[in-house]
């Protein structure tokens, strides 16, 4: 039996891990599938990590190794290359590597923080062939930035998300022609910033409410067919254009990878896709709990770490069985311009941080919760978009008088 | 003359206006702290950027290496250049000074490699 195993040595399996530790558990195991600790920000080699955490801006593999130089000081196990095949109800946990072969660990506590995996689905539905030269935005990361290689030569990226946009700086520095980002979306899913310093930058122009349409090329890519979209996103045909190109790049958001939460039987957001927590960050499934990528796609590694936080200390509570009474849970419901929160219930007592998301772009909005019919607390926003997570801290007051809170999205 | 600027110096992203009497800033609007105000006045007068970029180990690898304070804008091309002219020998650390001086920063390992 081991105490508490983290699925996931990333940031947020290391954060989970050493919060725990610090909370006094010391049986901790990471199982982390990739051969080093950090995730995917190993292949993050830009800056702007950390400034929310440590108040500088720090590049991906910098900020992993603040973390895994702690898990290496507290004498955290972590076992690398191993791939976790399945987890049972009972928490037992059936991973493989080439050292221990098959190998079952039975768990007391499991914090779940696998991360996300990109979506693939905007590649289906573009007509066309098949060619080589089309790379979702973080196979070429990895590629550029771990390998070596440059992908292609002439670059066109769909989606606008943000590991797109930093694909079109780094190509581009590398000697790549990036010919234009196209975003199916009247808006962009990317952090102002990054189209300011990655596209703007170096002159890329940013085509918003377009699509590719067709792959043209047999063996590569020579170009690809973009066009103008209308209000419903269906192409104009008059707007068709052809684009050269030898690459095409595929920056279309990114998906928590759960296969494994859904063995467990944990109950999942058909909205985020990850699990539905409450303020522990604990599941439906006693003493599993999850945090970061895996529970909701973040925008910031910093937040992650925080989240991971709040995992590991509720795992080590639970592991010391100093969990409170059972007690009613305040549940949090959303009015659907408001997409989700993360909490999705929590219990009273303290002040809690509740994340959410918008559908869609506004300006001069307020963020009302109510408490039935009784508005409960309101917090003014010059602009909201469906790329930059937000916040509100509900007050142990709020929350010592409510049964059912609801967040809504109001015009000023 | 006014100029419209989007900030990068945090995940905000403010939205700034700067105006302009000839080259320099007269005043700033729009940031919602002082390294907003610092950034407009940069970015009108002397804009910078931080390089983050890879370099070519002795194994034939790559190792991630920023410049350790930010380039004129201007020279990133010519920067970009000089680190992949150089092949770097390894052990390397996290901090390790990689190229000493190029455009007034020393290109540093942000990664650890064997």
Redesign the interface.
């Known amino acids: 039996m081991t105490e508490l195993v983290i699925i996931g040595g990333g940031p947020a399996g290391m954060s989970a891990a050493i919060a725990a530790y610090e909370a006094g558990i010391r049986d901790v195991l990471i199982i982390e599938r990739d051969e080093a600790l950090g995730g995917i920000l190993q292949q993050c080699i830009h800056n702007g990590f950390g400034l929310h955490k440590f108040g500088e801006e720090l590049t991906g593999p910098e900020y992993a190794w603040r973390y895994e130089k702690r898990v290496r000081e507290l004498g955290i196990a972590f076992k690398l290359g191993t791939m976790v095949l399945d987890i049972s109800k009972d928490k037992v946990i059936t991973a493989t590597n080439p050292e221990d072969g098959m190998f079952r660990i039975e768990a007391r506590a499991i914090i779940l923080a696998m991360g996300c995996r990109e979506r693939s689905k905007g590649a289906l539905n573009i007509a066309g062939t098949r060619p080589a030269g089309i790379y979702s935005a973080g196979t070429a990361q990895k590629y550029v930035n771990m390998k070596g290689y440059l992908p292609g030569k002439e670059i066109v990226i769909l989606g606008s998300g943000d590991i797109g946009l930093i694909m079109a700086r780094r190509m581009t520095l590398e000697g790549a022609k990036v010919k234009m980002v196209c975003e199916l979306m009247p808006f962009s899913s990317g952090l102002a910033r990054n189209i300011e310093q990655c596209l703007n930058d170096f002159d890329i122009p940013l085509k918003l409410s377009h699509t590719v349409v067709e792959i043209h090329g047999k063996e590569r890519v020579e170009g690809v067919t973009i066009a103008r979209v209308d209000e419903n996103r269906k192409p104009i045909e008059e707007t068709r254009e052809f684009v050269p190109c030898d690459t095409l790049l595929l920056s279309v958001g990114l998906i928590p990878e759960n296969e494994l939460s859904k063995k467990i039987g944990v109950k999942l957001s058909p909205i985020t896709g990850g699990a539905e927590v409450d303020e522990k960050r604990q599941t439906s499934v006693p003493g599993v709990f999850a945090c970061g990528n895996v529970l909701h796609v973040h925008d910031l590694v910093d937040f992650v770490s925080e989240e991971a936080e709040i995992a590991g200390r509720a795992a080590a509570e639970y592991i010391m069985e100093e969990v409170a009474e059972m007690q009613e849970y305040v549940e949090i419901e959303t009015d659907g311009r408001i997409r989700y929160t993360v909490p999705q219930k929590t219990l009273r007592g303290d002040d809690v941080t509740v994340f959410f998301r918008v559908g869609n772009v506004a300006r001069n909005v307020k963020i009302n919760v109510y408490s039935g019919e009784r508005l409960v607390l309101t917090k003014r926003k010059s602009r909201v978009a469906p790329g930059e997570m937000e916040s509100v801290v509900l007050s142990s007051e709020i929350l010592e008088s409510a049964k059912k809170l609801r967040f809504c999205l109001e015009e000023e | 003359m006014e100029r419209k ?7 905000l ?1 403010c ?1 700034l206006c700067a105006v302009l009497d000839g080259k320099s800033v007269v005043s700033v609007s729009g940031n919602t702290c002082r390294r907003g105000e610092k950034y407009a006045i940069e970015e009108c007068t002397d804009p910078r ?6 370099v ?1 180990c002795s194994d ?3 190792v ?1 290496v ?1 410049t350790d304070c930010a380039v004129a ?1 201007k020279d ?1 091309a010519e920067c ?1 250049k000089i680190i ?1 002219n150089f092949v770097a020998h390894l052990p390397i650390a ?1 901090g390790d000074i990689i190229i000493k001086d190029v455009f007034g920063s020393n290109v540093v390992a ?3 490699k064997e």
């Open positions: 600027l989007t900030c990068i110096v945090c995940p992203g939205e950027r931080t390089v983050t970029t890879t070519r034939g690898g790559v991630a920023k804008k990133m970009m992949n996290i942000t990664q650890n």
